[in-house]
């Protein structure tokens, strides 16, 4: 094989690959943010007051 | 919006993402190391598990960018869902068309002796690209939800056409480009099993990737929306509780504090307390969200 081939399969890997990457951690960041987890759900649904560092006090609408 | 993914939802979406995943990483493995060298091509055929599969999910992105723009713009199906699935295809439909136009290059130079060539599939490809670039950054262009949506998805249908101009490019004019090949049946070609099933594979894996972050891109569109309408819904609200609440500068204390009531939700609520007020126009800009969210 020749330098190429590798090239190729490099560029459409880590271009799918980390753009997919990129997408995947945006929308974890937003749902941390906006205190839309599954576990921050959780907290609410229990009652209990959630106070872990850099949630929303007031929880879901 | 659902503002939290079900755990089923979750799971289904986390198996596409794992079965591409796999996917990928076999055709990686079957491309390059298990697969024969074509006859005339040699090695160089090995780029061909990628570079289809790839302009594939091109076309495919933008397909689906057009049909939802279509279901935006027919009043009946009018969502706001359908313009952010638009917008999150044709985000990917732009990456996949630079990764088809790079993979080209890379597999045209040893074969054409040359990274770019004005052929008819090869720039109406890069047409693409910058045709969706530009309804990408139409999108940006401020205006009202509706205003934006309504003229990005005119922008994608018209982009749209230069679709099946690419694709019959090949047909139409005398490009370097070869016309199709593998399912074109006056050619009669012969392809080993594990090279058919190979480029099979890629086929399938990139789609199964394309849909999963799909899903991801989607979400974070309506993370997105979901953030801007809760953060006016709270500034509006603080706003007039400001100025509701607060006496301003002058002003006897006895004096009712001036309101602006804009709504008959507002006004409708009664009293002058800051509290009220701004909870009866938080309560009513939370259904005009909900709607717009929908």
């Known amino acids: 094989m020749n330098g190429y081939i590798e090239a190729g399969y490099v560029v459409a890997l880590v271009g799918v690959g980390g753009y997919g990457a990129a997408v995947a951690a945006r929308r974890r960041k937003l749902e941390k943010v906006l205190g839309l987890t599954r576990s921050h759900a959780a907290v609410e649904a229990s009652g209990r007051k959630d106070r872990r560092p850099g949630r929303r006090s007031e929880g879901l609408r | 919006m659902n503002p939290i993914v079900s755990r089923r939802a979750s799971l289904v979406t986390g198996a596409v993402g794992l079965t591409a995943l796999v996917g990928i990483a076999a055709t990686v493995w079957l491309g390059l190391w298990v697969t024969p060298p074509a006859v005339g091509m040699g090695n160089l055929v090995r780029l061909l598990y990628i570079h289809p599969p790839v302009a594939w999910v091109c076309y495919l992105a933008f397909g689906v960018a057009t049909a939802a723009s279509l279901a935006y713009l027919w009043p009946r199906t009018r969502s706001r869902s359908w313009d952010r699935l638009a917008g999150a295809s044709a985000e990917l439909g732009v ?3 630079a990764l088809t136009l790079v993979t080209g290059s890379i597999w045209g130079y040893p074969t054409w002796g040359t990274w770019w060539t004005w052929d008819a599939r ?3 490809t890069a047409l693409l690209a910058v045709l969706y670039v530009g309804y ?3 999108r940006k262009v401020p205006g009202s939800p509706h205003v934006v949506a309504r ?7 018209l982009a749209f056409v230069d679709v099946p101009v690419n694709y019959l490019s090949v047909y139409w004019w005398k490009t370097l480009h070869q016309t199709g090949t593998v399912l074109d049946p006056s050619k009669q070609l012969k392809v080993h099993g594990i090279m058919a099933w190979t480029l099979l594979l890629g086929f399938v894996s990139f789609t199964l990737a394309y849909a999963w972050i799909l899903v991801q891109r989607y979400r974070v569109a309506a993370l997105e929306d979901h953030r801007d309408s809760d953060g006016l819904t ?3 609200a603080e706003r007039i509780a400001e100025g509701a609440g607060s006496p301003t500068r002058g002003t006897p204390s006895a004096a009712p504090a001036p309101t602006v009531s804009t709504s008959p939700a507002a006004a409708s609520l009664g009293g002058n307390g800051a509290g009220s007020l701004a909870r ?10 909900s709607v717009v969210a929908k």
């Open chain 2, 280 to 289: 009866g126009v938080s309560s009513e800009l939370d259904g005009a969200s």
């Open chain 2, 136 to 138: 990408l950054a139409i």
């Open chain 2, 95 to 97: 990456v996949f068309a």
């Open chain 2, 122 to 124: 090869l720039t109406t």
């Open chain 2, 234 to 236: 709270s500034a509006i």
């Open chain 2, 151 to 157: 003229r990005s998805a005119v922008v994608a249908v």
